[in-house]
């Protein structure tokens, strides 16, 4: 069974350009989180969806930040017009439905986004 | 969500036990204590996942309280390859949870030596 997987694994934009990130749940696996972690911080929590829907975004910046987890396919997190603030490593993770384990969530390994 | 306070650093030798303390005064009824680790470069791994008393499984121990306000991740005989971060979480969860943000603090850096 194969983990999450990310992609690009590393990603370099140069101000004002797009990034668009890539993320596929484990099989079987209905629930995507996406954290972005700054070096030597922990992870901080952006959003959270389900098939077709946004359940959570709490964590995303209000502008330039958008994301989905369209019927087919994988889930993209896409940022307009990057700023070297962006720069980061983004975690994609997901967990099974509601009653059989959504609290346990499996991280994939990353996308280093470098902004120039 | 709980807040978790957990030691900044460790240092320990191969071969040794290493207990990681994790506090969290905060926790509600309905939340679960998760462990997590993360290498340099790469996602986090999960480790264990325990509500109350002891949960071990192939890879480690945890140890909670009657109180569950701190848990105490065990990790036996430890290696070269176990120098990461250590986080705690604590998270509403159990089969009957459902999805969650993830709230991290800075991690217990731990550091095998020989």
């Known amino acids: 069974n194969a983990g999450v997987m990310q992609n690009p694994r590393h990603l370099v934009r140069r101000r004002g350009q797009e990034a668009r990130l890539r993320c596929s749940p484990m099989k079987g696996h209905s629930h995507v989180y996406w954290y972005r972690q700054l070096p030597e911080e922990g992870l901080k929590f952006m959003v959270y969806l389900q098939k077709e829907n946004i359940i959570d975004e709490s964590g995303m910046p209000k502008e330039r930040f958008s994301a989905e987890f369209p019927k087919e396919g994988p889930s993209i997190l896409r940022i307009q017009q990057v700023v070297r603030g962006d720069s980061a490593a983004y975690f994609c993770a997901s967990s099974p439905p509601i009653g059989q384990g959504a609290d346990t969530q499996y991280f994939g390994p990353g996308t280093r986004l470098t902004v120039l | 969500l709980a807040k978790t306070t957990q030691p900044i650093s460790m240092d320990s030798y191969e071969g040794q036990e290493v207990n990681i303390t994790c506090s969290h005064n905060n926790i509600a009824t309905n939340d679960y204590i998760t462990w997590y680790q993360q290498f340099p470069s790469q996602g986090p791994r999960f480790i264990i996942q325990?509500?109350?008393t002891k949960v071990t499984n192939e890879v480690a121990s945890l140890f909670i309280p009657a109180d569950r306000k701190s848990s105490t991740l065990s990790l036996p005989r430890v290696s070269l390859s176990d120098t990461a971060v250590y986080y705690c979480l604590v998270a509403q969860g159990g089969l009957t949870g459902g999805g969650n943000k993830l709230t991290f603090g800075t991690g217990t850096q731990l550091k095998v030596e020989l």
């Open positions: 325990g509500y109350k």
